[in-house]
């Protein structure tokens, strides 16, 4: 799992479990539970977004440094 979040993400994602759990008790099931379970995606959907784009990013990096060592030879 650590190679997929770091420790920032993880804690984001246990946080917001938590309070939507806690107000999905408070709440009940009402209405209300679909703006909770939104609020819940929104943040699963960043933290995802944050992911893809530190893959990239390592990508580009690995790309760039393949052709600094192409150009050095």
Not at 25 to 34: E, M, N, P, S, Y
């Amino acid at each position: 799992m650590k190679q997929y979040f770091d420790y920032g993400s993880l804690v984001v994602i246990v946080i917001t479990f938590v309070l939507f759990v806690i107000a999905l008790f408070a709440k009940g099931f009402t209405h209300d539970l679909l703006l909770e379970a939104g609020v819940f995606l929104v943040s699963v959907k960043i933290i995802m977004v944050g992911y893809k784009s530190s893959k990239e990013h390592e990508r580009i990096l690995k790309e760039l440094q393949d052709i600094a060592s192409s150009l050095k030879q």
